[in-house]
């Protein structure tokens, strides 16, 4: 099936791809997440799962029922809204009083001072410098990760709108058959495109060993998130 409808697995596969890239709350938390080296395979298989299963169900036929349903896409839009100011300012508050920030240096034991010849130092000795660390990846527990990236993911009302109706919309353009192959390739998109973003994320951690480069970090994803979250509360 697949073989005999390539152009539509692409079509399928570019859509799908267009809806996802773009500097949004779910890429953004995936982006630290990637940088933390913190539970990031968790992140990206709830990140995965939860396109394919809302594809699915757009394919389905379930962006009709909620098509008809205007207030349940309110709902998720105010919860998203508080979801997203709330993240926001958490992360500003670590962007303006950072605490611990910098990513461990192998080789280096954690908030250690180190002298500038290598060897360690002492606190108040000219020349050390303290290396602060982040908390490595066994130290916190996945559940609460899950949970940011669960409703990152599902209070997003443009989810359903984007992924669930337009996507089931035009899947269904094509076909008993067809419509499933778009489906398929939409769903690649999704497991190109995020294992691309953690492997491109944990690549930016060699540049994040610093507390000044992770307040800029968390700088930029306070503005994304309060910025989204104002614009869903405006309805745009």
């Not at 799908?16 to 938390?29: C, D, E, K, Y």
């Not at 036929?61 to 349903?69: R, W």
């Not at 108040?124 to 899950?146: E, F, I, K, N, Y």
Request: net charge positive; charged share 10%.
């Amino acid at each position: 099936m697949l073989i005999a409808h390539p152009a539509l697995l692409l079509a399928g596969f570019g859509l799908g791809l267009s809806l996802i890239v773009a500097i949004g709350a779910q890429n953004a938390f995936v982006l630290r997440q990637g940088a933390r080296r913190e539970h990031l395979v968790a992140v990206l298989l709830v990140c995965i799962v939860s396109d394919v299963v809302l594809i699915v169900a757009g394919v389905a036929g379930f962006g009709t029922i909620l098509a008809h349903a205007p207030w349940a896409i309110a709902l998720f839009r105010w919860f998203g809204v508080a979801f997203l100011l709330g993240y926001g300012l958490l992360a500003a508050k670590r962007a303006w009083r950072p605490a611990g920030t910098a990513l461990r240096v192998e080789g280096t034991e954690a908030n250690a001072p180190t002298a500038t010849d290598g060897t360690p130092g002492t606190p108040g000795t000219p020349g050390a410098t303290t290396t602060l660390a982040r908390p490595t990846t066994g130290t916190r527990r996945a559940l609460p990760v899950v949970l940011t990236a669960l409703a990152l993911t599902w209070l997003n009302p443009h989810v359903y709108l984007d992924t669930v109706v337009l996507l089931g919309s035009v899947a269904n353009t094509h076909g008993s058959d067809g419509r499933w192959v778009f489906a398929i390739g939409a769903c690649l998109g999704s497991v190109v495109w995020f294992t691309a973003l953690g492997a491109g994320a944990r690549m930016l951690s060699r540049w994040l060993a610093t507390p000044r480069a992770w307040r800029i970090l968390d700088g930029v994803i306070a503005v994304v998130m309060v910025t989204l979250a104002l614009s869903l509360a405006l309805g745009s």
